[in-house]
């Protein structure tokens, strides 16, 4: 019994600490969604469902399948941040109804780009480039 408490206890006590270390303070910046745009790749395998005829397999057959990806383009300041972002079984969320040119809030945390959505929740985007933009300043 006693080895049965001391285990709940730190069950709790581990669960109550990881409660508090997760709850950071999380501050987004402003940015411009540029633009977003979906791509799509066929890939096509090979996949062995036949025989051994002695030293020769017989029954290859093509297996296609397709994936699609999003490209992001986020404005903040002077920077450009270009980011893909890849929906699967696991994270469906299709990122259709922001607009383009609109402000967004984001944040960034190592390589990774997080964009909020319209429901609090944040989608998580891989930055793969970084382009400064140049202001041009008229009538100077």
């Known amino acids: 019994m006693k080895q049965f408490v001391t285990f ?10 990881n409660t508090a270390w997760s709850k950071k303070d999380v501050s987004y910046q402003v940015g411009v969604l540029k633009d977003i745009s979906i791509k799509t790749q066929n ?3 090979y996949v062995q469902t036949g025989y051994h005829v ?3 397999f017989v029954g290859t057959v093509p297996v296609t399948s397709t994936s699609s990806h999003y490209l992001v383009q986020v404005q903040v ?10 929906p699967n079984v696991f994270k469906t ?5 922001w607009v383009v040119n609109d402000p967004i809030q984001v ?3 190592k390589n990774d780009m997080y964009l909020l959505r319209p429901d609090g929740r944040e989608m998580k985007a891989k ?14």
């Open 8 to 17: 709940v206890f730190l069950l709790l006590t581990l669960f109550v600490t």
């Open 43 to 45: 890939r096509t395998r």
């Open 54 to 56: 002695g030293s020769v």
């Open 77 to 86: 300041d002077d920077l450009l941040y270009m980011a893909t972002y890849n």
């Open 93 to 97: 969320y299709k990122p259709n109804e």
């Open 107 to 109: 944040r960034f945390r």
């Open 127 to 140: 930055v793969v480039k970084k382009v400064r933009v140049k202001y041009v300043l008229i009538g100077t």
